[in-house]
């Protein structure tokens, strides 16, 4: 099982803090597309990821995941390519569909509904996929209407190929329509518990195993070889967030219940995903520390 972790404090210094993880001996680091939620501010993704590229060697670098509703396909695709540049080769691109309405219409944006939000991530994976390996694309849809006719930096000068595109899917339309442009398909479980612009945690405790495992047969009716990972909040330690968040999902009986405790019990949780064929987790902690508690049980397994 690989393990990539996700940066999600603007007030971290993600250079600091990538060298701290890839010395920890994770396997990958990444950074959320977020400006706010709640009461917690982001850094920028595209500084923040370019950071922690400069600041590591071994370690791949992704976004968890670059938010639709905020980017241009075209300046994720442009974007994207320059990371991998300047990585030398260690960047995944993570895309996702975008589910916070407060920080969209925070930021002056329009917060569009369900249906019209899938849409425009389905066309936007296939934009960016074109882009990236073509360095070209006209597109005529109902949400973009693309025509740009080069894009660089132009990686097989350099002898590097394209980012891997990751692609964050929960419902079955997205599923459907997203994953045909994918290389790697991350599974969000909870996607019905942010269906509403917001984290629901009593919609989030009630996921049930069986919802993951539908999920999983979804993506494999539309690509039966493609890699799937999952996108997993945790939390790991003995303080009152942590305790109050096992309760909430205790209390819910679903599958975040394994996520949320002792360092072994997410460990145990986490090895259970690979057995249904998961082949790496995407770790968000939701509070201070719980990274560094958890790295003993998983990366010395």
């Not at 080769?89 to 219409?105: K, N, S």
């Not at 369900?114 to 882009?131: C, D, S």
């Not at 612009?197 to 039966?224: C, F, K, Q, S, W």
């Not at 890699?227 to 303080?239: H, K, N, Q, Y």
Request: aromatic letters at 6%; one cysteine or more; proline letters at 5%.
């Amino acid at each position: 099982m690989r393990y990539t972790v996700n940066l999600l404090d603007a007030t971290i210094d993600p250079v600091a803090w990538a060298r701290d993880r890839e010395a920890e001996g994770w396997h990958g680091l990444s950074v959320a597309d977020h400006v706010f939620t709640g009461r917690r501010a982001y850094p920028h993704v595209w500084v923040t990821a370019t950071a922690m590229a400069m600041a590591t060697t071994q370690v791949t670098i992704s976004t968890a995941f670059v938010n639709n509703l905020f980017r241009s396909p075209v300046e994720v695709a442009q974007a994207a390519l320059q990371l991998q540049r300047v990585s030398g080769g260690r960047f995944e691109l993570g895309l996702g569909a975008g589910w916070a309405d407060d920080e969209v219409t925070g930021s002056g944006l329009r917060y569009p509904p369900p249906g019209e939000r899938a849409g425009m991530y389905a066309e936007a994976a296939r934009i960016v996929r074109t882009l990236m390996h073509e360095q070209a694309c006209s597109f005529h849809g109902e949400h973009y209407d693309i025509d740009i006719p080069k894009l660089g930096p132009t990686l097989t000068d350099e002898g590097l190929t394209p980012p891997l595109l990751v692609g964050s899917v929960g419902g079955p339309r997205t599923t459907r329509e997203v994953t045909p442009h994918l290389d790697r398909v991350e599974i969000k479980a909870q996607s019905a518990a942010t269906r509403n612009g917001a984290l629901d945690l009593a919609v989030m405790a009630g996921v049930t195993d069986a919802h993951l495992l539908d999920m999983i047969e979804r993506v494999r009716a539309v690509n039966p070889t493609i890699e799937i990972t999952m996108f997993t909040l945790f939390s790991v330690g003995d303080d009152d967030a942590t305790r109050n968040l096992s309760a909430a999902m205790d209390a819910g009986g679903g599958l975040f219940r394994r996520f949320f405790g002792s360092a072994a019990q997410v460990a145990d949780g986490l090895a259970w995903l690979e057995t249904l064929g998961i082949s790496a987790a995407s770790l968000s902690p939701m509070t201070p520390h719980a990274l560094e508690a958890l790295a003993p049980a998983v990366l010395h397994r």
